[in-house]
């Protein structure tokens, strides 16, 4: 089965925000407790992605000189082709930051999870948020329960526009470059981000109308924490099973140390 | 819509004005994004930067109330450069037609103006006669008073910097606009025009629409795929509602209210049914008498008799204005004491709502039935309101949803599409179909035992949609709609068969063909394209009228039946034999024996519309508050609105109220809010009341973005969070900078999101035609929230 993928085409996209209510009707999400939406800017509610909010769609308004632009990203787990939070992930043998062996997407299996939050520190997007209260790290799951049954993600399936498509993933790039090229017609400048991104690429392929100093909180040059090896190898000791979050805490506090210490070396 | 949602995606180029179809309408977006991949321009014309102008490849600002000056603008500036499609304005529209000598306009009135009525008296209005009785024609759009002349002559004002100077747009924009979109008078291209209550929500917003309608004449757009003019309707199934007429003015099918002056039946089709000479038009509202009597007896049966006018005296005929204002101030001073509101919610939807909250207090009694307690339900245990000093009876009947009963929904594009029940309602709600049926049938029994004076129109009516207290069969109600040959029993294959001699019946001749013995059109789910393969899908579902996809859709032919634009042909001629091929066409008849536009008495679409109450020609007027003087005449205001002057009705000036104020929708929350304040998800997106305004009025009134602000008009003020935005801009205005906030006017006191209602600031007007309040234009005034 060849890779899937979500083409993200967001000079498609309304801010009808369809998707955010979506996933949290599929993945059975409360919702937030919001106030009037400031903080944040544009119709932005509520103010990050959270342990009930996997989705998010971000508002960016830019008044040049001549002309208003207000444009929209929808914000969630990239869904890496070679996903570095399952490697950091220290929950063993078996991962509770999942790769669906199906499906290939990956997604928080609450069971297992000891909310460590070695998954969030070494997202290169920092996607991940620990539920502290259940201690368990939360993250858009690709819908993998949705794509067993041959049934495309519920944002994708609710986006009314085609600006969320699901697809495999060369056919899904095909259609990055086809968007790309009808924005670059018209005199605008898109951004393809996730097709060569970490070198492997993610399975969310955002086609972004506009550079990418348009989208200030949109990682410009993501990457995997070289200490992720680090990580990995002074956890050994400790064993998969014993694994808990304070012990993960523990390494992961260890691992900053050295860090900085390499830092005040170079 | 002439036209329907997804041939969208067959236009060159979409003009959205009047309408944030993004925000208000998402899947229209599905094929304005089609079209744009194939090429399609977009442009926005609205007073704010919305979601919808986001996605513009060309954002137009204008002022609120200013859409005929800039749409006039735009036609004039066609018409004097030449872009207009000649073939189609002489072939199918009455640019041809002389219109009388004595017809005028001076100063901002057309003639036969009565100030004292406030009224046209139409006798100017009217075609030259030859003595034959036919019109006389210019088909070299030369004669003085020839339509063509004449609209050339009063649009010939609207110049650029003219235009620039009412609406506060550049006049490079406007121009771009006319180049743009004026390039769809190319005989192979096509526009589109989608509109909403940004256009209808005036005191001219008949005409607003009107001048949209005439720039596609001018284009050749109206007939063709990609074209037409699109009313993007406010609710899931208005469209069926109005088509139903659940209006005071008509009767189901559009068929006209019978009026006082209207004693006989005889009197009321002589009335009704228009006559016309030229034997090339098809003038099909002559089939009224048919249409007519075939709907008495779907209403009454066997009790309408040739000897009884077929129970012509069971309607009832009105003498005066029954429309939501109208009614608000009749509530008010007292007239009306009984109120049924079905999945309404006035108490936060009303214009000028303080004023109708305190007529819902004067009545004896009030119904609501409703998903939720809304704010009209619980009016008597609103905030400030003393539920001991209110005597009105409050029936609450929980309703069901539209998931949660069976029945047809109309949408927008005319398709009436069949739905199952999907869950059975909770609790004890129950359809509308079954709170009418239960009415019916104790109203029956009550004027059975006390019949009164005239107990016919109750007792008699023929009522059959299953007995006692069982859910009503909705296929009973949608069989009578589309109506019975009554002699064999079996159902109606089309309204071509319809009778007036009592012989069919039919509820709603429009929809005569939607459930025939071939079974239930509207259910149809064939997703099979036509031949022409532009989106048609005439298996899918069932529109009116005949299942015509794309209405007056032999305008997009040639006299010989050729079509304009053969890479998206609608219909087009293939002989004497096979006729028409494509979507059903607007009259089987072969090219050119009969006029296109067969819905009008003579045949062709009216760039001169004397059906209008304040004018055939669209002229620019102020609305009802306004911070400027009318710089196209001293008529201030449309000179056939009426004026209410009641208790709550004031009008603010610019000198106290010096911003201009609009409302409007947010994709996130729905109408007055009942099915979406109370959704904690929607409520989770836009959780509070806001106003939106330009970093310019925020700096001057020394408000931030996210303070609590206070907006005042003459009825009233509330307390909002402020957006500021650049997403608003000042207005320059012969000169002058004119600042407009907007509020959206979901919010109200019930429901888990509350909010100030933005209708506490709206005024009680309404369209000169139409009675539409005028909902998108008001002065007000906004200072920061102290303590």
Same mark, same amino acid.
């Given at each position: 089965m060849a890779e899937k993928a979500m083409l993200l085409d967001m000079e498609k996209c309304m801010a009808c925000r369809g998707c955010q209510v979506a996933c949290k009707a599929w993945n059975e999400l409360p919702a937030e407790k919001t106030t009037f939406f400031a903080v944040a800017g544009g119709y932005q509610n509520p103010i990050g992605l959270s342990p009930s909010t996997f989705t998010l769609l971000k508002f960016y308004e830019v008044d040049e000189r001549d002309k208003v632009r207000w444009l929209f990203r929808v914000q969630r787990c990239m869904q890496c082709v070679d996903p570095a939070c399952v490697k950091a992930c220290p929950v063993e043998p078996v991962k509770a930051m999942t790769r669906d062996e199906k499906t290939g997407a990956v997604y928080v299996n609450r069971e297992l999870c000891i909310g460590c939050g070695a998954c969030r520190d070494y997202c290169p997007f920092t996607v991940p948020v620990i539920d502290t209260e259940a201690s368990k790290s939360t993250k858009c799951t690709f819908c993998f329960d949705r794509l067993a049954e041959g049934i495309q993600p519920a944002c994708a399936k609710a986006c009314p526009t085609g600006c969320l498509t699901f697809g495999e993933r060369p056919q899904i790039l095909e259609m990055a470059h086809q968007a790309k090229a009808r924005l670059e017609k018209k005199g605008r400048r898109p951004v393809i981000y996730g097709e060569t991104e970490l070198g492997t690429g993610t399975k969310k392929i955002y086609v972004l109308p506009e550079p990418l100093d348009y989208y200030p909180d949109v990682v410009k040059n993501p990457k995997v924490s070289e200490s992720l090896g680090l990580f990995r190898e002074l956890l050994k000791p400790f064993g998969g099973l014993a694994l808990t979050a304070a012990v993960v805490g523990m390494v992961l506090g260890k691992v900053k140390e050295v860090k900085e210490k390499d830092q005040v070396k170079s | 819509m002439t036209n329907h949602w997804i041939d969208i995606k067959n236009a060159d180029c979409i003009m959205i004005i009047g309408s944030n179809a993004a925000e208000n309408h998402p899947i229209s977006f599905r094929w304005v994004s089609k079209a744009m991949e194939n090429g399609a321009k977009l442009i926005s014309v609205d007073p704010r930067f919305t979601r919808t102008s986001a996605r513009a490849d060309l954002y137009v600002p204008i002022r609120s109330g200013s859409d005929i000056a800039f749409v006039n603008g735009v036609m004039s500036y066609i018409l004097e450069n030449n872009l207009y499609n000649r073939e189609y304005l002489v072939d199918h529209t009455n640019a041809t037609y002389l219109v009388d000598p004595n017809f005028g306009f001076t100063d901002g009135l057309f003639t036969g103006y009565d100030a004292a009525k406030r009224m046209y008296a139409k006798d100017t209005w009217q075609y030259q006669l030859d003595e034959n009785g036919m019109v006389m024609r210019d088909p070299t759009l030369q004669d003085p008073n020839c339509v063509f002349q004449l609209l050339k002559k009063h649009l010939s004002r609207y110049n650029l910097e003219k235009v620039a100077s009412i609406t506060g747009c550049p006049s490079e924009a406007i121009l771009e606009v006319a180049k743009t979109y004026g390039a769809t008078g190319a005989k192979d291209k096509s526009g589109t025009i989608l509109y909403a209550m940004g256009a209808t929500q005036h005191t001219v917003g008949t005409q607003n629409v009107r001048t949209y309608a005439m720039l596609q004449l001018l284009l050749g757009n109206v007939g063709v795929a990609g074209g037409g003019i699109n009313a993007l309707r406010g609710e899931s199934n208005v469209q069926g509602s109005t088509d139903h007429a659940i209006l005071f003015h008509i009767l189901p099918g559009y068929l006209k209210t019978p009026r006082v002056e209207n004693q006989t039946l005889a009197e009321y089709l002589e009335a009704a049914t228009p006559k016309w000479n030229d034997p090339k038009s098809a003038n099909w509202w002559q089939n009224t008498p048919k249409y007519t009597v075939s709907l008495l007896k779907a209403f009454w049966g066997d009790s309408a008799t040739k000897d009884n006018e077929f129970a012509f005296q069971y309607l009832p005929k009105v003498s005066g204005n029954y429309s939501h204002i109208s009614m608000f101030e009749a509530m008010y001073d007292g007239a009306i004491k009984g109120l049924i509101c079905m999945g309404q919610n006035p108490a936060v939807g009303g214009p000028n709502v303080e004023k109708e909250r305190k007529a819902l207090h004067k009545l004896s009694w009030l119904v609501a039935a409703d998903l939720w307690e809304t704010e009209t339900a619980a009016f008597w245990n609103a905030p400030g309101v003393d539920p001991k000093s209110i005597a009105t009876e409050v029936f609450m009947l929980p309703a069901a949803a539209s998931m949660e009963k069976e029945g !047809?929904?109309?949408?927008?594009?005319?398709?009436?599409?069949?739905?199952?029940? @999907?869950?059975?309602?909770?609790?004890?709600?129950?359809?509308?179909?079954?709170?009418?049926?239960?009415?019916?049938?104790?109203?029956?029994?009550?004027?059975?035992?006390?019949?009164?004076?005239?107990?016919?129109?109750?007792?008699?009516?023929?009522? #059959?949609?299953?007995?006692?207290?069982?859910?009503?069969?909705?296929?009973?109600?949608?069989?009578?709609?589309?109506?019975?040959?009554?002699?064999? %029993?079996?159902?109606?294959?089309?309204?071509?068969?319809?009778?007036?001699?009592?012989?069919? !019946?039919?509820? #709603?001749?429009?929809?005569?063909?939607?459930?025939?013995?071939?079974?239930?059109? @509207?259910?149809?789910?064939?997703?099979?394209? @036509?031949?022409?393969?532009?989106?048609?899908?005439?298996? =899918?579902?069932?529109?009116?009228?005949?299942?015509?996809?794309?209405i007056y859709n032999r305008a997009s032919c040639d006299l010989q039946g050729n079509p304009y634009a053969p890479n998206k042909w609608v219909v087009k001629w293939t002989g004497p034999e096979t006729k028409w091929a494509g979507d059903v066409p607007d009259g089987g008849w072969p090219p050119g024996e009969k006029y296109s536009f067969i819905m009008k008495p003579e045949g062709h679409a009216r760039l001169f519309g004397f059906g209008l109450a304040d004018g055939p020609f669209p002229e620019h007027y102020e609305p009802l508050e306004t911070p400027v003087?009318?710089?196209?005449? !001293?008529?201030?205001?449309?000179?056939?609105?009426?004026?209410?002057?009641?208790?709550?009705?004031?009008?603010?000036?610019?000198?106290?109220? +010096?911003?201009?104020?609009?409302?409007?929708?947010?994709?996130?929350? =729905?109408?007055?809010?009942?099915?979406?304040?109370?959704?904690? =998800?929607?409520?989770?997106?836009? +959780?509070?009341?806001?106003?939106?305004?330009?970093?310019?009025?925020?700096?001057?009134?020394?408000?931030?973005?996210?303070?609590?602000?206070?907006?005042?008009?003459?009825? %009233?003020?509330?307390?909002?969070?402020?957006?500021?935005?650049?997403?608003?801009?000042?207005?320059?205005?012969?000169?002058?900078?004119?600042?407009?906030?907007?509020?959206? =006017?979901?919010?109200?006191?019930?429901?888990?999101?509350?909010?100030?209602?933005?209708?506490?600031?709206?005024?009680?007007?309404?369209?000169?035609?139409?009675?539409?309040?005028?909902?998108? @234009?008001?002065?007000?005034?906004?200072?920061?929230?102290?303590?």
């Open positions: - | !047809s929904i109309t949408n927008s594009g005319r398709w009436s599409q069949w739905r199952y029940a @999907a869950v059975h309602p909770p609790g004890d709600a129950k359809s509308d179909l079954w709170i009418l049926d239960q009415i019916q049938k104790e109203l029956k029994k009550l004027y059975q035992a006390d019949p009164g004076p005239f107990p016919d129109p109750i007792v008699r009516l023929n009522w #059959n949609y299953g007995p006692g207290a069982e859910e009503p069969d909705a296929h009973a109600v949608a069989k009578e709609i589309n109506g019975y040959d009554l002699a064999t %029993g079996k159902l109606m294959a089309s309204f071509a068969g319809l009778k007036d001699d009592g012989t069919t !019946s039919s509820g #709603n001749w429009l929809y005569c063909a939607s459930y025939t013995e071939g079974g239930n059109m @509207a259910a149809r789910r064939d997703p099979t394209d @036509a031949a022409n393969n532009i989106g048609l899908y005439p298996k =899918w579902s069932w529109c009116w009228p005949v299942n015509r996809r794309i003087k009318n710089a196209m005449s !001293s008529q201030q205001l449309d000179p056939a609105v009426k004026i209410w002057s009641g208790e709550m009705d004031d009008v603010g000036t610019v000198d106290k109220y +010096p911003v201009i104020a609009t409302t409007y929708r947010v994709t996130e929350m =729905w109408q007055a809010g009942q099915m979406t304040r109370n959704n904690a =998800w929607l409520v989770e997106l836009m +959780p509070d009341m806001f106003v939106e305004m330009s970093k310019t009025l925020a700096q001057a009134r020394g408000i931030q973005h996210g303070d609590k602000v206070r907006v005042k008009t003459a009825r %009233g003020e509330i307390t909002a969070f402020a957006v500021v935005t650049a997403r608003f801009k000042p207005f320059k205005l012969n000169g002058k900078s004119y600042e407009q906030i907007g509020l959206p =006017w979901h919010y109200g006191y019930k429901g888990l999101a509350t909010g100030a209602s933005a209708n506490s600031l709206t005024p009680h007007v309404g369209d000169a035609n139409t009675m539409i309040p005028e909902y998108k @234009a008001f002065l007000c005034d906004v200072v920061k929230e102290v303590g």
